[in-house]
């Protein structure tokens, strides 16, 4: 069979991870024509800014594993689909700099445990890496203005930023480069750029996915998680990439790996008029849809639970009347984590080490100054202060027991209701630049993605229109604990039931910047 007379090859961009799984499949296409289709479009798009590190050479070699599992009659579910991994996930073939300078040209001596699960390698689910996605410094930020290497630019507006810290995978998703990758979201940095991308993102409940090998920013939060165009193809990369990891992540859920996509699948056939949401109650938080919310998301969002309640759901009002606090709070934990996380990059164990130095202390000062930009080494004064005698009780034990309490008033909000919604940012994408200066601006752009990162649960951000400038809007579902499955559901009967999911941006087509 020839490969090369494929229909239809000048579109596979198009195609979502299933629908080229399909293809691959049937031999219809190869993962090397696949593979080769993407790489070049992620070479006319570089000026997006999206990734960091591409290898053909690496790639096609993936490649050809996946043509070699598929030829020799193995059929599984994403086998021979491209992906990229957000920079912060360490990999073998490629560098890993976690968009900083500290850690140029790193090269990692194993896989991150996400990596592995979704890779070529024997037990991996066969998807080829087509390169590594620019993101936040240490994945600090909700711009992705705070890589050390160059910003990334929205494909929907290109004078726009992406949203962070998986700014990267949001942009190289909907500007199709990549039918899906993975982001990390620590306070909201899967949800948020989803959000200002137009893409469908889920962060899994905290611990679903191994942290091994994702270089670390407050541990305590980190979570891995998959961004794609639909709740579709985030089930089925979520389904390679959560399970136990008990020998090398003590905090991964004991919870085995689960088939979230079959149960999509098999409720595929939607039917218009249908209420296949019946019995579901989405609450809404009273503080998501306050004053601090911008006209055109709330009417954007309000339209999509709208469209909800004709699926069958009930709306009813729930409290959380912490959310406020839940910026001071994940500002003072977060930055406590990282100043201990980032300690071990001291110029002797790994990345930048200075020139030229006097002694110990000098090379450990310079080597630090000059590998950090500005937010990391403004996150780890705040941490550095907020831990030391005399403030810790004040400002980090206070932190600890209000976080507490915000997943106290989730638990108590979940009695009413099975998914909580309401808006992912309270702005669409902001202009490159807007906020560089004003750091705090930026904080309190994470209002509605904050609390929910704090307690642990699952959320998600799904492709609900657009508002001021055209630019698009997420609608955020939040799950209790474990109920990726249920969120994912109440994601894929709204994308059967509306196409926003499937909008692209004029730009994708040959975005200039
Ligand atoms: N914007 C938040 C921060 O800057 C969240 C980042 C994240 O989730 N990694 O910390």
Redesign the pocket.
């Given at each position: 069979m020839s490969m090369n007379n494929t229909p239809n090859n000048t579109d596979l961009h198009d195609l979502g991870v299933a629908e080229l799984a399909a293809r691959l499949a049937q031999r219809e296409v190869s993962s090397v024509e696949v593979a080769q289709h993407f790489l070049k479009r992620i070479q006319q798009h570089e000026a997006l800014g999206a990734f960091l590190a591409v290898d053909a050479d690496v790639s096609l070699a993936q490649a050809k594993a996946a043509d070699a599992r598929l030829a020799a009659g193995e059929r599984t579910p994403l086998l021979g689909v491209p992906l990229a991994h957000k920079d912060v996930f360490v990999t073998r073939d490629f560098p890993t700099t976690a968009g900083s300078r500290m850690l140029e040209n790193y090269r990692s001596p194993f896989d991150a445990t996400v990596v592995a699960r979704l890779g070529v390698n024997p037990g991996g689910a066969g998807m080829v890496t087509l390169g590594k996605l620019n993101c936040?410094e240490f994945?600090?930020?909700?711009g992705n203005d705070n890589s050390a290497y160059k910003p990334v630019h929205n494909p929907w507006d290109v004078s726009r930023i992406p949203g962070?810290?998986?700014g990267g995978s949001a942009a190289a998703v909907a500007a199709r480069l990549v039918p899906a990758a993975t982001g990390?979201?620590?306070?909201?940095?899967?949800r948020?750029p989803a959000s200002l991308t137009g893409i469908t993102g889920i962060k899994p409940t905290y611990g679903r996915c191994s942290r091994y090998g994702m270089v670390a920013?407050a541990s305590s939060?980190?979570q891995a998680g998959p961004m794609a165009r639909s709740a579709l193809d985030c089930a089925l990369l979520l389904s390679s990439m959560a399970a136990p990891d008990p020998d090398r992540d003590s905090t991964s859920l004991d919870l085995p790996a689960l088939d979230y996509a079959s149960d999509l699948i098999a409720a595929s056939a939607h039917k218009q008029g249908a209420t296949p949401l019946k019995g579901l109650r989405i609450g809404l938080p009273k503080q998501f849809f306050g004053a601090g919310c911008s006209a055109d998301v709330l009417q954007t969002v309000r339209a999509a639970l709208a469209d909800y309640e004709k699926l069958g759901a009930t709306l009813v009002d729930v409290d959380l009347p912490l959310t406020e606090l839940s910026i001071p709070v994940?500002?003072v934990i977060?930055p406590a984590e990282a100043s201990s996380n980032l300690s071990r990059f001291d110029g002797v164990r790994y990345g930048h080490r200075a020139a030229h130095y006097s002694d110990l202390n000098d090379m450990y000062r310079k080597s630090r100054s000059e590998g950090f930009g500005d937010e990391a080494k403004r996150r780890i004064m705040i941490g550095a202060y907020v831990l030391s005698h005399g403030y810790y009780d004040a400002y980090y034990l206070k932190a600890q027991k209000i976080r507490r309490l915000i997943a106290q008033d989730f638990q108590k909000a979940f009695t009413q209701c099975n998914v909580i919604a309401g808006p992912v940012s309270p702005t669409v994408a902001w202009k490159i630049g807007e906020k560089s200066n004003d750091p705090v601006a930026?904080?309190l752009a994470?209002i509605y993605?904050?609390s929910s990162?704090l307690a642990g649960l699952p959320g998600m951000s799904v492709p609900a229109g657009f508002g001021e400038g055209g630019m698009p809007v997420g609608l955020q579902l939040i799950g209790n604990y474990f109920k990726e499955a249920q969120l994912l559901g109440a994601a894929h009967q709204y994308q059967l039931a509306t196409d926003w999911h499937l909008r692209k941006p004029a730009g994708s087509q040959g975005v200039s910047v």
């Open positions: 936040d994945a600090m930020g909700s962070g810290s998986s990390t979201d620590t306070g909201g940095s899967i948020q920013f939060l980190d994940y500002y977060a930026s904080y994470d993605t904050l990162s």
